[in-house]
């Protein structure tokens, strides 16, 4: 089964910063792209950054952009958001996926930034 458990998320005062951590079983990063989405309250799903395992590339939503840093461990498994200089539009919930299409979604982790 195809398990994707994102981790890290907690409560910051706005300006802080966070890293998420995003572990994957049941699959290899090795043949997908990698994307960190969010929910926030009353608000659709929303993919936010990718990363291709296999060329780096990365993709950022401009709201994210110099702000948050997606990277990956192909040998772990493992998929990673740091997050820096939080803002309270920021609260969401945090999930990690591949990219289309996608897996089941995991419970993600709540982000909760406080101005």
């Known amino acids: 089964d195809v398990q994707l458990q994102a981790s890290g998320g907690g409560l910051v005062q706005a300006g802080g910063s966070l890293r998420l951590s995003c572990a994957a079983s049941?699959?290899?990063?090795?043949?997908?792209?990698i994307c960190w989405f969010r929910q926030a309250p009353g608000k659709e799903r929303e993919g936010l950054s990718c990363?291709?395992?296999?060329?780096?590339?990365?993709y950022y939503k401009e709201y994210a952009k110099g702000r948050f840093t997606i990277s990956y461990d192909n040998a772990k498994n493992m998929a990673y958001l740091q997050m820096n200089n939080l803002k309270p539009e920021d609260t969401a919930v945090y999930y990690c996926?591949?990219?289309?299409?996608?897996?089941?979604w995991g419970p993600g982790t709540q982000v909760t930034v406080s101005s």
């Open positions: 049941g699959f290899n990063f090795d043949d997908y792209s």
């Open positions: 996926n591949r990219g289309l299409p996608y897996y089941p």
């Open positions: 990363i291709s395992s296999k060329t780096g590339r990365t």
